[in-house]
């Protein structure tokens, strides 16, 4: 599990550049109390945008990264030894719930059955989370708000929301942004002039095409930004794509070979 606490003030926010009302449809959840789920390809800037909107809203984060081990305890809290005595510690979940802070759920759908039990009461009008173990019945504190995110495209039929759980959460697709918008999100983020950003992003975009042929997933805006960051430090433009926009897609050699002539043909 991977929990961590950020607050910040607006000014702070990390860089984020809407592609539509997005940014407008997460305040008014915030404001009504309102579960949101996002949608949206692996790396297409769901985890940043929750951070932008945790920040812009001046609000404590909690973000766990779900994995196939995480368990609804790992969410809300265990007794542990410490110093020769049993203590109850609160998990990321219920730090949230107390302090009325946003809880991001990276991959919901990643994480153990048990878990989507947990969230059914928070997500409906009764906002409580109740704790086993130590028999409290917590109400979630003002401003407590669960944000959750998975990858439609990436679900098998062991791993998906059943539709109980998603008709509990407002939805908000994402998507890899358009090329004009991609070009200066990557040109802001790695320092590299956007005349140079521009193949990178072409290059991506041919790369995508070829998700479920050839690839299992397509290339993600952060995989392009490494790419770029690479270069602006100087590295050669086929060592920074081999490394950064290649290797990380597949481990198959004939498919390798065949990208890096798509890059050459992009690239020259």
């Given at each position: 599990?991977?929990?961590?606490?950020?607050?910040?003030?607006?000014?702070?926010?990390?860089?984020?550049l809407?592609q539509?009302?997005?940014?407008a449809?997460?305040?008014?959840?915030?404001?009504?109390?309102?579960?949101?789920?996002?949608?949206?390809?692996?790396?297409?800037?769901?985890?940043?945008?929750?951070?932008?909107?945790?920040?812009?809203?001046?609000?404590?984060?909690?973000?766990?990264?779900?994995?196939?081990?995480?368990?609804?305890?790992?969410?809300?809290?265990?007794?542990?030894?410490?110093?020769?005595?049993?203590?109850?510690?609160?998990g990321?979940?219920?730090?949230?719930?107390?302090?009325?802070?946003?809880?991001?759920?990276?991959?919901?759908?990643?994480?153990?059955?048990?878990?989507?039990?947990?969230?059914?009461?928070?997500?409906?009008?009764?906002?409580?989370?109740?704790?086993?173990?130590?028999?409290?019945?917590?109400?979630?504190?003002?401003?407590?708000?669960?944000?959750?995110?998975?990858?439609?495209?990436?679900?098998?039929?062991?791993k998906t929301?059943?539709?109980?759980?998603?008709?509990?959460?407002?939805?908000?697709?994402?998507?890899?942004?358009?090329?004009?918008?991609?070009?200066?999100?990557?040109?802001?983020?790695?320092?590299?002039?956007?005349?140079?950003v521009?193949?990178?992003?072409?290059?991506?975009?041919?790369?995508?095409?070829?998700?479920?042929?050839?690839?299992?997933?397509?290339v993600?805006?952060?995989?392009?930004?490494?790419?770029?960051?690479?270069?602006?430090?100087?590295?050669?433009?086929?060592?920074?794509?081999e490394?950064?926009?290649?290797?990380?897609?597949?481990?198959d050699?004939?498919?390798?070979?065949g990208?890096?002539?798509l890059?050459?043909?992009?690239?020259?």
């Amino acid at each position: 599990m991977n929990a961590h606490t950020n607050l910040k003030g607006a000014a702070d926010a990390p860089f984020y550049l809407a592609q539509g009302d997005e940014c407008a449809l997460f305040e008014a959840a915030s404001a009504n109390n309102l579960p949101i789920l996002l949608k949206g390809p692996t790396g297409c800037g769901k985890t940043r945008f929750v951070s932008h909107m945790a920040a812009r809203l001046g609000r404590p984060l909690y973000t766990v990264a779900c994995h196939d081990d995480l368990s609804a305890a790992d969410l809300i809290g265990r007794y542990l030894l410490k110093g020769g005595e049993t203590v109850w510690v609160d998990g990321p979940l219920t730090r949230a719930v107390r302090e009325g802070a946003i809880c991001y759920l990276d991959e919901v759908v990643e994480a153990r059955k048990d878990v989507t039990v947990v969230l059914h009461p928070l997500t409906d009008d009764r906002r409580i989370l109740p704790i086993d173990r130590t028999g409290e019945e917590l109400e979630a504190a003002p401003g407590f708000m669960l944000v959750a995110s998975y990858n439609p495209g990436y679900q098998n039929i062991l791993k998906t929301l059943k539709p109980s759980t998603r008709q509990r959460f407002l939805a908000v697709e994402f998507d890899f942004p358009t090329p004009d918008v991609e070009i200066e999100v990557v040109a802001r983020e790695s320092g590299l002039a956007p005349e140079r950003v521009k193949p990178l992003v072409r290059l991506a975009g041919k790369l995508r095409a070829l998700k479920g042929q050839d690839l299992e997933e397509g290339v993600s805006t952060r995989l392009i930004v490494y790419a770029a960051s690479l270069i602006a430090q100087g590295m050669s433009i086929d060592r920074a794509v081999e490394a950064a926009m290649i290797e990380p897609l597949t481990d198959d050699a004939d498919v390798k070979r065949g990208l890096l002539d798509l890059v050459a043909a992009i690239f020259g």
